[in-house]
C-alpha cells in the first residue's frame, strides 16, 4: 500500500510564499515521476507542476511557471512545491501525486496514488 500526506498548507497574503512538502511511504517498488495539482471551490482538479523520477525534468502549468519550483529528495522519499509571489487566484487544495512511470506528466490519469490534499489560501 502507497500512502501519501501533505504539509505546508496556510493562509498567506499576496506576494508571499509557502513550501508545500509531500512524503511518499508504503511499497512502492520502482522508480516513479511525481505531481502536483490543485482544485478549487467549483472547480476541476488542474495540473501544477511535475517532476521526473529522479528530479531532471519539470513541467509546469502555464499560470505557475516562474513563481512555483517543484523539486524532490529520493532518499526523503520527499516531493517540495516551493510557491513565491502567490495571488489569490492560487488559493485551493493542492494534492500530491504518485505518477505510475518515471517521465513528468500532466495529465491526471498518469498519476495512480493521491494524497488528501492540503489548503493554501492566499488573500489581499
Known amino acids: 500500500q502507497v500512502q501519501l500526506g501533505e504539509s505546508g498548507g496556510g493562509s498567506v497574503q499576496v506576494g508571499g510564499s509557502l513550501r508545500l512538502s509531500c512524503v511518499v511511504s508504503?511499497?512502492?517498488?520502482?522508480?516513479?515521476?511525481m505531481g502536483w495539482f490543485r482544485q478549487a471551490p467549483g472547480k476541476e482538479r488542474e495540473f501544477v507542476a511535475s517532476?521526473?523520477?529522479?528530479?531532471?525534468?519539470?513541467r509546469y502549468a502555464d499560470s505557475v511557471k516562474g513563481r512555483f519550483t517543484i523539486s524532490r529528495d529520493n532518499i526523503k522519499n520527499t516531493v517540495y512545491l516551493q510557491m513565491n509571489t502567490l495571488k489569490p487566484e492560487d488559493t485551493a487544495v493542492y494534492y500530491c501525486?504518485?505518477?505510475?512511470?518515471?517521465?513528468?506528466?500532466?495529465?491526471?490519469?498518469?498519476?495512480?496514488?493521491w494524497g488528501q490534499g492540503t489548503q493554501v489560501t492566499v488573500s489581499s
Open positions: 517532476v521526473d523520477w529522479n528530479g531532471g525534468s519539470t
Open positions: 501525486a504518485k505518477g505510475r512511470g518515471l517521465p513528468a506528466t500532466t495529465m491526471r490519469a498518469t498519476y495512480d496514488y
Open positions: 508504503g511499497r512502492t517498488f520502482s522508480p516513479y515521476a
